[in-house]
């Protein structure tokens, strides 16, 4: 699949340090609760909508629909499903056309699943994102609805546009937004000093000592309730609306990239569920092999968690029924493989939190917003090796091309890539950070820019694949150029093959010397971040 590899200055572009801070301290999340809670109760229900958004595409499970239902079956009135798909909006967040497609296709299941309910899922469009919201509330009042519920989404963008709806849905329509995309909710996980947690170590131990103790977190809500016969026939018209299309900047380059991808990330829930299924005959391997690309001994269940096509809590759910009912996920409560995975399920929670409470993270800017007074390099050069899977280094090449194929990479060559871009070659890590959201079916941008955050560890991709690949088996699956390169060398052809034998492989020697890389990059950030004052 080829991709955009040049970016418009507002792609990149990001706000001062000074605003950063100002948003920081009046988090939109406060500005939201507010306005919820500002809001008359509406005792007269006629309508009752659940508006779905791009991060929870499931009917299971799902904490705003469960409650949507609920109210519905109480009052005995209608549940009608909306989905505004804006085109414009994709393209603004650089959504990847295999992650859109895989939600359209999400979206196509989840409407027939609906409609044997007796609800409808109408989709709406929307051509500028400044309109989400008043096409949204224009719908909502021709349909004469008393009460909308929604999922939280935590970036900022999202924040805003339901700040937005509050406002202007007016005295007329209620507004309830639920948390979903996790287990415990973000923003109240605090340290002693009454802060959100930030390091991940107590944070981690913290979380499995709240899943322990209150094991109810993982109850799973029921799908919605059916609407009557009689209501079915009151929304005929709100039936078989079309579902959305991918965008013209969002098309697949052909059928068989689209086939492929397709085979490798099957749309839905009850796909998630089968591939969790899949991924706990084989977690107690995890622990030994999840860093090793090769092995492929990972859930692969990222893109369906990120699209909320399956939840995390009906997924630890599945994984507490394996560890005999325990929600003990410690290192002694549980076996290493399970222990190992939630490991990294706590990761994505932290992530949230994150997105939450430093809203600047949504905007182009570095958690630690020293970094944003790097100096970078312009090696367009290097750009286009580092994308292609060109640069001469065999684990970041692998990597690359992986992502490329599949739409997806193994966590442990998106930290040696990052790491390689942003440190070797010095280029802006956001332009690393863009082409991963334009290529990735699991991108979110909680998980992405936590993972492009930058720091000063430098990954050596030699020692690295060493370690991680020791047979040079993934190497060789995605550098096919090494695939007769015997012994070590695999990992450091250059260095470790004659000139001849080097030069007869076809395969770039490395773009810049890892070591000098290394030591240039070190200095930079010292010199580049010392004394600055965000």
């Known amino acids: 699949m080829s991709k955009r590899t040049t970016y418009e200055r507002s792609e990149l572009g990001h706000t001062s340090t000074k605003r950063a801070k100002q948003v920081d301290q009046n988090l939109p999340y406060d500005i939201l609760r507010d306005a919820l809670g500002a809001q008359d109760e509406i005792q007269d229900v006629t309508r009752v909508v659940h508006w779905f958004h791009p991060k929870d595409l499931r009917i299971q499970d799902n904490t705003a629909l469960h409650h949507a239902s609920d109210l519905a079956q109480r009052s005995k009135k209608p549940l009608i499903c909306v989905y505004l798909n804006c085109a414009a909006d994709e393209s603004w967040h650089g959504t990847s056309a295999a992650r859109v497609d895989f939600m359209c296709e999400g979206l196509k299941i989840m409407q027939k699943e609906l409609k044997e309910l007796n609800i409808p899922l109408v989709f709406l469009e ?3 994102r400044g309109d989400i919201v008043s096409t949204v509330v224009k719908w909502l009042k021709e349909q004469k609805v008393s009460h909308v519920f929604g999922n939280y989404e935590y970036e900022i963008d999202e924040m805003r546009r339901d700040i937005k709806l509050v406002q202007e849905v007016g005295e007329d329509i209620q507004v309830s937004l639920h948390h979903d995309q996790t287990v415990v909710e973000p923003g109240t996980m605090l340290t002693g000093a009454g802060t959100p947690m930030k390091v991940f170590t107590p944070y981690h131990r913290a979380w499995m000592e709240i899943i322990k103790k209150q094991p109810e977190l993982l109850d799973t809500a029921p799908p919605p309730a059916k609407n009557s016969n009689s209501i079915k026939k009151e929304l005929k018209d709100l039936f078989d609306t079309k579902p959305p299309k991918p965008g013209q900047d969002k098309q697949f ?282």
């Not at 003990?328 to 992530?351: A, H, K, M, N, P």
């Not at 990052?418 to 690393?432: E, F, K, V, W």
Request: charge should be neutral; aromatic fraction near 12%.
């Open 126 to 128: 929307c051509e500028k």
């Open 253 to 534: 380059d052909n059928d068989d990239d689209r086939k492929r991808i397709r085979k490798l990330w099957p749309a839905g829930h009850a796909a998630g569920s089968k591939r969790m299924d899949a991924f706990l005959k084989q977690i107690d391997n995890y622990a030994a092999t999840r860093s090793n690309p090769a092995k492929n001994s990972t859930s692969r269940m990222s893109a369906y968690f990120s699209a909320g096509m399956f939840s995390v809590r009906e997924a630890l759910q599945k994984v507490s029924d394996y560890n005999h009912g325990s929600t003990d996920f410690t290192e002694s409560g549980s076996r290493s493989g399970v222990y190992g995975w939630v490991r990294e399920i706590v990761f994505r929670e932290l992530y949230r939190q994150t997105t939450l409470m430093t809203p600047h993270t949504s905007m182009n800017l570095p958690q630690n917003l020293k970094f944003d007074f790097v100096n970078w390099e312009d090696d367009e050069e290097g750009w286009e090796k580092w994308y292609k899977g060109q640069t001469g280094e065999p684990f970041i090449d692998a990597g690359m091309r992986q992502l490329n194929t599949e739409a997806y990479m193994h966590n442990r060559l998106r930290m040696n890539v990052s790491s390689y871009l942003y440190c070797n070659l010095l280029i802006d890590y956001r332009r690393g950070e863009r082409y991963f959201a334009e290529t990735l079916i699991d991108w979110d941008l909680s998980n992405n820019t936590q993972g492009w955050e930058p720091s000063y560890t430098v990954f050596n991709p030699v020692s690295q694949s060493e370690k991680n690949d020791p047979d040079g088996d993934y190497i060789r699956k995605w550098v096919p150029e090494l695939k007769d390169v015997q012994g070590k060398a695999i990992f450091n052809p250059y260095e470790r093959l004659s000139k001849e034998e080097f030069e007869k492989l076809g395969y770039p020697k490395p773009h810049v010397n890892w070591k000098k890389t290394k030591q240039r990059c070190m200095e930079r950030f010292k010199n580049d971040m010392k004394d600055v004052s965000p």
